[in-house]
Each structure stands twice: as C-alpha cells, then as structure tokens.
C-alpha cells in the first residue's frame, strides 16, 4: 500500500531563514510522483514543486526545492528565505502510477517568525 | 494552470439537510475530482467525475451520500446528503494541470449544525 509520512506536525522558523519540511513515503510502484502543496488559511491548494521518480535531479521552483532522496524514500521540502507569508499549512503528496489519484499526509503547519 | 471556482465558499447547514456544491473551470477537462479534508486532517479523495458517465467513487464514500454530477467538459455538482456534523469539512473540486499536477479550486466550507 502507498503512504506518505509528515512527522512533524508543526514548524517555526525565522524570517529570511530556510527550513525543511521532512516527507517520506512508501510505495512499491518503479514509477511514481511527488508534491507539495501549500494550504493557506483561507483553505485553498496551491502546488509548490513536482519530483518524478525517474528524474535525476532534484526540482527547484523559485524559493522551493525538493531533496529527493530515492533510497531512502524520501522527499523533504526546502524553502530558503522564509517569508511572513510562507506561514500556511504543507502537504507532501504522492501521485500512484497511471493515476490522478494522489494519498496526502498530514501536513506540518510552518509558522514564520518576524 | 486552470483557474476553478467553487460556490459556495462558505455555507453553514442544518443537520439532516443536504448542500450541491458547484465547481467551474475555465478550460475543458476531462476528470474533474472531489476531495474532503475534514478538520485537522489530510485531504481524501472522494470520487472522480467523468463526463458523460457514473462517477468512479473510492472507498468508504457512496453515491447515494454523495451524489455527483458532471453535465459538460467544464462543470461539476457534489451534494453532501443528510448531513451529520461528521460532514463538516472542506470540500475542494481540483482537475487535471500541465505535467503531472492536479490544481485546487478555493475549497467549500461546510460546517453542519
């Protein structure tokens, strides 16, 4: 069975500072994909980065990069310069082979610190 | 990425009632999705709606609970049937994006009195 793990319900960080937001999963499918999704508190999803499971190097969107670590099935976020505005909830999502449907953990709520 | 909007974005509901939320997107799509995300929790998928067919509902969720509908390319209904305060959630309608994501329409709040 697929499954995405977050072990870490809640986050601080300083403004301008980076942090990572740790996602491992568990899937026995050769080919999958990975995301993360950022859920403000108006309750929206907005999606941050994609991993596929074949790519070579890590994904990089602006701010956001993924540390995609196959062997260790996992795949951390990492935002640099926090912003005020990054405060929301974080979702790791996995996305099953020759499927839209996706398993989310349990997100880690990140607080930004002025 | 589409742009999805969702009525109501906000409603609060008598227990024992039931509520359609409506879900538009900008471009046509073939799968369109329904999730729940009941409060502090991660979000499930419901169903997929497929135009011009029953929708494909995962377990744990029924059609009768449930109702789905998806008249055209663009539009899609979920009802939420003989509401319990165990319904209260958001809802969120999301379609298919460019690569490999799925994008999110702004979620439907629902809390059931």
């Known amino acids: 069975a697929q499954k995405i793990t977050q072990t870490q319900p809640g986050m601080f960080v300083q403004e301008k500072e980076a942090v990572t937001l740790d996602c491992t999963y568990d899937t026995s499918d050769p080919s999958y994909g990975l995301f993360w999704y950022k859920q403000p508190s108006s309750g929206e999803m907005i999606f941050l980065i994609y991993q596929g499971s074949y790519d070579q190097q890590n994904a990089t969107e602006g701010r956001y990069s993924l540390n995609f670590q196959k062997a260790r099935k996992s795949a951390n976020l990492v935002i640099s310069a926090s912003q005020l505005g990054d405060s929301a909830m974080y979702f790791c999502a996995m996305r099953a082979a020759g499927t839209y449907k996706y398993i989310f953990g349990t997100g880690t709520r990140l607080k930004v610190l002025a | 990425s589409a742009v999805i909007s969702q009525k109501p974005s906000r409603d609060i509901c008598q227990r024992g009632t039931s509520l359609t939320i409506q879900c538009q997107v900008d471009s046509q799509v073939t799968m369109m999705f329904w999730y729940r995300q009941q409060p502090g929790q991660s979000l499930t998928l419901i169903a997929t709606a497929n135009q011009g067919s029953e929708a494909t509902y995962e377990s744990g969720f029924v059609i009768d609970k449930f109702p789905i509908s998806r008249p055209n390319l663009t539009f899609s209904t979920l009802t939420v049937s003989n509401m319990s305060p165990e319904d209260s959630s958001i809802y969120l309608c999301?379609?298919?994006?460019?690569?490999?994501?799925?994008?999110f329409g702004e979620g439907s709040w629902l809390t059931v009195v």
């Open positions: 999301s379609v298919p994006g460019t690569g490999n994501t799925i994008y």
